[in-house]
């Protein structure tokens, strides 16, 4: 019997298996997550010497600030320094403006921002991986407080000695067994004024009283039935997202607005009865700004993100995202794409809204040099709050009013404590009321170390500058992409340090990481602020 052949079988299929094992792959910092946050963290780590993999579980780096924000959450911009500065700088400097002196000077284009980051990524050799999202479970390993690798959804192992999870959704920090919270707090938990459920908030309100309820008292599609908690309750809700519109004004560059894929106009009934009783009660007709909050950014383009009563919010939609599995993660995904594509069709198309703003929404189209592969709609979902790390430290409602200065900050914010409304609820006297907005002024405040370190018990080679340690007031502010960014160079720089002194992250020496960001120009303090 000639056994050769078996042989060489058995051979080929040995071969064939150490070939379809799945790659195994070593840095010094893995970073999990392309947002912007997470580009300036792997950014970071390379200017500072690391090895560093960015892994992204979709297809484009930035996030939301290459995902269709292109209108800048600044505050006072001349508190945001370091890369992120640069950033915007470069990218100003692609429209020929050399100052950021003015608000104007900071808006850019998605795709404009999005290769910024890929040449300030493929200079700096970070090897960057797309379609990596973590294995939904077990997905993380460890050994006693230490990550010692991550594993994809397609087997491949990514070893690091510190990890950095920039994702809006925190599924790193989860699966490590980091604490955390989704939702409200209460008034009462951290003695915030802002807290829990917000019974008087005017803006982005129904300015007069309109039915929860159609004539045969059935409840308005996206109207929840109730009750309202009292006020300062919390909960577990989460504030609304949306997707941010990049529309043309351009007839060369616009599209027509093309009736979605499941379309049903009977869904924005309440929408088309609030403005077809918007002459009566405002003594004019809407326009575009009455229900969208348009601002202009080059090239004839505008950032079109919610504005009033009834907008591009898919109010009460999110609560269950931060937690969700991947694939109801996909069907919420899904469903805010078709309600903000139904919304815009409605307003541009049905007969129920008043002609002039018919006309003047038609004036408006997707940007044909945007998002040429998800057919011109924005690739991100704007998912402004998931799941918030407790960690070693929480800043607070009072940590941007009264007690704004820290002796271990990274950067600084100040933009407005800015919550999104979290739910349309009927009310018992039969009217409809929005409810959740935060919007108060804050002056800048300084953001300490600490928020991005997990409790020591728990993990010490992880930083978590997205899903930060933040009571729901206090993420509102802190929330905002240039902070995140800001986070980020401070992440990278952090977890350098700890690795070379092979230390947990909880023991990088604060002086040394401050010193660190201040000879990239980062701005730590109050008494700083940019010049140009």
């Not at 924000?69 to 945001?80: N, Y």
């Not at 999110?318 to 069709?345: M, N």
């Not at 993990?459 to 930060?468: G, R, T």
Request: aromatic residues 10%.
């Amino acid at each position: 019997m000639n056994r050769l052949p078996i042989v060489l079988s058995i051979h080929a299929l040995l071969i064939s298996a150490l070939v379809a094992q799945p790659a195994r792959h070593q840095a010094d910092v893995v970073v999990y997550g392309g947002t912007a946050s997470g580009v300036m963290a792997a950014y970071s780590a390379a200017q500072d010497g690391m090895h560093v993999i960015l892994l992204e579980p979709g297809k484009h780096l930035g996030g939301m600030v290459t995902g269709g924000l292109s209108a800048t959450d600044l505050g006072h911009f001349q508190i945001i320094g370091g890369y992120t500065r640069g950033f915007y700088m470069e990218a100003a400097s692609h429209y020929g403006v050399h100052e950021l002196t003015t608000q104007d000077a900071w808006l850019s284009e998605p795709h404009v921002d999005e290769a910024i980051f890929c040449a300030w990524l493929n200079s700096s050799h970070v090897q960057v991986f797309f379609q990596q999202r973590l294995r939904e479970r077990n997905g993380v390993m460890k050994r006693e407080k230490k990550i010692t690798q991550i594993t994809t959804e397609d087997g491949q192992a990514w070893h690091a000695k510190v990890f950095v999870d920039c994702s809006y959704e925190g599924d790193l920090m989860a699966q490590a067994g980091v604490s955390y919270v989704v939702g409200r707090e209460s008034t009462n938990a951290f003695q915030e004024n802002l807290a829990g459920v917000r019974t008087d908030t005017p803006k982005h309100q129904f300015q007069w009283l309109t039915p929860a309820y159609d004539t045969s008292h059935h409840l308005w599609p996206y109207v929840d039935s109730g009750p309202l908690e009292p006020e300062g309750t919390g909960d577990k809700k989460v504030q609304s997202y949306n997707l941010r519109l990049i529309l043309t004004n351009d007839p060369a560059n616009k599209l027509p607005w093309a009736k979605p894929e499941g379309y049903n106009p009977a869904n924005f009934t309440l929408l088309g009865y609030y403005l077809s009783h918007f002459q009566e009660h405002a003594g004019r007709a809407p326009k575009v700004q009455d229900i969208m909050n348009p601002v202009l950014i080059p090239n004839h383009k505008a950032d079109f993100n919610n504005n009033g009563a009834f907008s591009t919010d898919y109010i009460g939609k999110s609560w269950t995202y931060p937690d969700a599995s991947y694939a109801e993660r996909q069907r919420i995904w899904k469903e805010h794409l078709l309600y903000v594509q139904s919304f815009v069709y409605f307003i541009a198309t049905d007969p129920q809204v008043p002609a002039s703003l018919r006309a003047e929404m038609n004036t408006w189209g997707l940007s044909k040099d945007e998002f040429a592969d998800t057919d011109q709609w924005p690739n991100q979902l704007y998912i402004r709050e998931g799941r918030r790390m407790m960690g070693e430290y929480v800043i607070k409602q009072s940590d941007l009013q009264t007690e704004r200065t820290k002796p271990d900050s990274i950067g600084m914010g100040s933009f407005n404590s800015d919550s999104h409304n979290i739910q349309r609820v009927a009310m018992p006297d039969g009217t409809v009321r929005n409810e959740g907005d935060v919007q108060v002024p804050v002056e800048p405040y300084e953001i300490p170390f600490r928020t991005i370190l997990p409790k020591r018990d728990q993990v010490e080679n992880l930083l978590v500058p997205v899903c930060l340690s933040a009571s729901h007031v206090a993420y509102s502010s802190v929330r905002m992409e240039p902070q995140y960014m800001i986070i980020g160079q401070a992440a990278g720089s952090a977890a350098a340090i700890a690795i070379r002194a092979n230390e947990p992250v909880q023991n990088v020496d604060v002086p040394q990481l401050q010193e660190k960001l201040r000879q990239h120009k980062a701005i730590l303090h109050l008494d700083q602020q940019a010049s140009r």
